[in-house]
Nanobody, 122 residues
Framework: QVQLVESGGGLVQAGGSLRLSCAASGRTFSTYAMGWFRQAPGKEREFVAVIRWSGGTTYYADSVKGRFTISRDNAKNTVYLQMNSLKPEDTAVYYC???????????????WGQGTQVTVSS
């Protein structure tokens, strides 16, 4: 079992930066792929970024490529999402998720955090 707790969300002006953290409990954290997803009001949950268990491979949604960076520290059981050059359309609840495979599909992930709100003002 893995429990996930996100933090670091907040209100920021367009062009600003935020770093989200996702702290995991459970000894098997390092064996899971970890992803970030987001969900805006009235929209479906969408893929943002994922990192494989080793940290060596990452994938990003086209909408965030070049602006967001996912990383993980397996010694600290934590995954991060550094978000730069934020835009109003990045406003959403951001969720971290853990799963066996590094996919872009929410249904492939077994474990989810409660989410953290990110609001970008114009």
């Amino acid at each position: 079992q893995v429990q996930l707790v996100e933090s670091g969300g907040g209100l920021v002006q367009a062009g600003g930066s935020l770093r989200l953290s996702c702290a995991a409990s459970g000894r098997t954290f390092s064996t899971y792929a970890m992803g970030w997803f987001r969900q805006a009001p009235g929209k479906e949950r969408e893929f943002v970024a994922v990192i494989r268990w080793s940290g060596g491979t990452t994938y990003y949604a086209d909408s965030v490529k070049g602006r967001f960076t996912i990383s993980r520290d397996n010694a600290k059981n934590t995954v991060y999402l550094q978000m730069n050059s934020l835009k109003p359309e990045d406003t959403a609840v951001y969720y971290c998720a853990g799963g066996q495979w590094a996919t872009t599909i929410p249904g492939d992930y077994n474990y989810w955090g409660q989410g953290t709100q990110v609001t970008v003002s114009s």
